[in-house]
């Protein structure tokens, strides 16, 4: 009951692939979160004694982490919200951990569709940046306020 081809990144192959490998029925993963870690697309938590020693994802050969991954991939010269993500995510940690954080993405979304038969409605690239954007303001705002400053937006003139 949902195209799964409106995401951004997925084609008609790369759906083929993901339900052929995962199937239709989601009701086998409690959750998204559950979901995606068995695809291996979540970071490992391997802690002992409050010390964290790894986080690095699972190397699973499973063939939908590896659709999910080509699918992320593809976005990078996309101009939706997913592309934007991805670079966001590219240029702060690098390509491999971006690729494989908006896969994870990516699986959470195919998820939540097929579980609840929701549709995919992307807003764009420019909808994400102002997201961002108003995100990193609120912060900023709130830090200044902890230390007893306060922001000002400065009026530039334009002329």
Sequence with gaps: GVDLTDIDGIDENTALKIVSEI???MSRWPSAKHFASWLGLCPGTKISGGKVLNRKTKR???AAATAFRLAAYSLTRS???LG???RRMRSKLGAPKAITATAHKLA???YSML???SQYVDEGQEYFEQRYRE???KTLKQKAKDMGFTLTPVETAVG
């Design 115 to 117: 579980k609840h038969g």
């Design 23 to 25: 199937g239709l029925d």
């Design 108 to 110: 959470r979304l195919v």
């Design 60 to 62: 699973l050969p499973g």
């Design 79 to 81: 101009k939706s919200a």
């Design 135 to 137: 995100r990193v303001l």
């Design 84 to 86: 934007a993500y991805y």
